[in-house]
């Protein structure tokens, strides 16, 4: 039996002690003592409790997030990391390797799962490498807020088959897949409505309950808020103001074209984190309503990808080509041609492959900004692009994916501008359609469905990965994350102790026997994986 099979079968003794990589407070310096993991004593599970081995995890950019601001991370909830630290890591494929009284009947060593990171029990988040110390350890325990949550249990089992790392790398992939999966409501159908027209009295019969005001607001009361506004002809100083007015879920619906053209100003953060929506589209609620149904990507389509060059941006463009029925052009762009030139590499075959165009942008590409902006005009085609993915917070970058949508496209607001965020947007082509739409984070549901995908070969998350190291180099795989070093995932393996941060790309001088083992563009495989355990793993 080989080295790996017999780590499957998770039949070792467990040792006595392993390794963590605590944090005690903010700052990198603050992860692990002295820039190396601590040790941690060995216990048996509690009652309550399953014992999980690490067996990969994909490092996060919200991981920095918590390192950034320690104690006082909102998903930390003022926790004193000095006497009480946890454990970063969410993108986690585990293994059991006990099982405490409790659950005998339901979990056993060997089985094999990943983690869905927002564990929510009796109303209350306990998100997995957040309260719940997470991924980047050998081990960690899980209780009864993630064996029985409020959505069930939060492990979704792995096939013996599936690849630890493309296991793991289902979670970020989950919340790109969320972002085209959204439950988006496109009828006014909230508790609190409000008309405002030249004529209000008209909408009596269509919308009884709704409150109705003239244009001058006479009548509305400062405090009031509503979960549906309907603005007939607006005006530019009339969205921003009301949209000051709009609940967490609520939508203003647009209806017909602006009594003033002009750019108005949105709070862009708040479609990001507070999902509200403002549709335009047509002259009556329901055209409005048939112009928003589209959520995912247009197939065939041209579309565009603004600031993709990281991580989760190349998981965009990825999706847009292997995709079934996806786009038939894909610019991207980035302020870094080295980032592009490994989008191309990494990709470039499978575009082929799909029949798909693919063209990366990149300032130096050009002899200034004004002729780069041109040019990604001119490839989005007389009518604009039909959907634009807004991967930098930068608000400029989300005025200039409204201006370049065609009708009834959708600007998917993925980077994660901070709610009171204003971006400054065309209000005529929000009238002609064009939907901004955003989310945080990912359900279960997703999880599941792209683990589903993973797993049927639809989906190879494995192109991701552009870095992988062992316990060890977790340090230093923070800080590269934080100084975004790698175009790409970086992957963790915490059963191998010792193996550098090395990239993917670095494995043919370094390791020709597992290079030889990658897939074309250099992609990450599990038969490396294999080939990599084999060798390292103690």
């Known amino acids: 039996m080989s080295k790996l099979d017999t780590y499957r079968q998770a039949q070792q003794a467990l040792p006595a002690n392993y390794e963590a990589w605590q944090v005690f407070g903010a700052g990198l310096e603050n992860v692990g003592r002295d820039g190396k993991s601590v040790t941690v004593p060995m216990r048996a599970p509690a009652a309550n409790e399953v014992l999980l081995r690490i067996d990969a995890l994909g490092l996060c950019l919200s991981d920095m997030k918590i390192i950034n601001q320690g104690g006082n991370h909102p998903r930390l909830r003022g926790r004193d990391l000095q006497n009480d630290p946890t454990v970063l890591g969410h993108e986690c494929a585990a293994t059991i390797v006990a099982v405490g009284e409790n659950w005998k009947d339901q979990f056993q060593p060997g089985q094999r799962f990943i983690v869905q990171a927002d564990i929510y029990y009796k109303g209350i988040g306990y998100a997995f490498g957040y309260m719940i110390p997470g991924g980047l350890a050998e081990y960690a325990f899980l209780d009864e807020r993630g064996l029985a949550g409020d959505e069930g249990c939060y492990l979704l089992p792995v096939k013996e088959s599936t690849g630890f790392s493309e296991a793991a790398l289902s979670e970020p992939w989950a919340c790109v897949v969320m972002s085209y999966a959204l439950d988006e409501r496109v009828t006014p159908t909230g508790a609190a409505q409000l008309v405002v027209a030249d004529d209000p009295a008209d909408w009596a019969e269509k919308l009884p309950r709704a409150q109705r005001v003239p244009k001058s607001l006479d009548g509305l009361a400062d405090d009031a808020r509503f979960d549906d506004i309907i603005l007939v002809a607006p005006t530019p100083a009339l969205v921003e103001t009301l949209g000051d007015r709009l609940n967490p879920n609520g939508i203003m619906f647009l209806l017909g074209d602006p009594a003033e053209d002009g750019d108005t100003q949105i709070d862009v953060g708040a479609i990001h984190y507070q999902n509200k929506r403002y549709l335009g589209g047509g002259s009556t609620l329901e055209e409005v309503a048939e112009a928003n149904r589209r959520i995912d990507l247009l197939p065939g389509g041209t579309s565009l ?110 980077a994660g501008l901070a709610t009171g965020t204003r971006a400054s947007v065309s209000l005529r082509q929000i009238c002609r359609g064009v939907k901004m739409i955003g989310c945080s984070g990912s359900r279960i549901k997703d999880l599941r469905d792209v683990l589903n995908m993973v797993e049927a070969g639809t989906l190879d998350s494995n192109r991701s990965v552009a870095a992988i190291g062992g316990l060890d180099a977790a340090h230093k795989g923070l800080a590269a994350v934080k100084n975004a070093v790698y175009p790409g995932k970086t992957v963790i393996y915490p059963q191998i102790p010792s193996f550098p941060l090395t990239a993917i790309d670095e494995l043919v001088a370094k390791e020709p026997e597992i290079a030889a083992a990658l897939g074309t563009g250099g992609v990450w495989t599990n038969e490396a994986e294999k080939l990599f355990l084999e060798k390292y793993l103690p």
């Open 305 to 414: 990808f603004i600031g993709a060059g990281g991580p989760m941006g190349q998981m965009h463009v990825q999706r847009a080509i292997e995709m079934r029925n996806g786009s038939g052009c894909v610019v991207v762009t980035d302020l870094d041609r080295g980032r592009l030139t490994h989008i191309e590499k990494r990709f470039g075959d499978l575009a082929k492959e799909r029949n798909v165009k693919l063209i990366t942008l990149a300032p130096g590409d050009f002899e200034d900004q004004q002729a780069m902006n041109l040019r990604m005009a001119a490839l989005g085609g007389a009518n604009g692009y039909d959907d634009v993915v807004v991967l930098a917070p930068v608000p400029a970058l989300v005025k200039q994916a409204v201006e370049l949508s065609a009708k009834n496209a959708f600007v998917n607001l993925f």
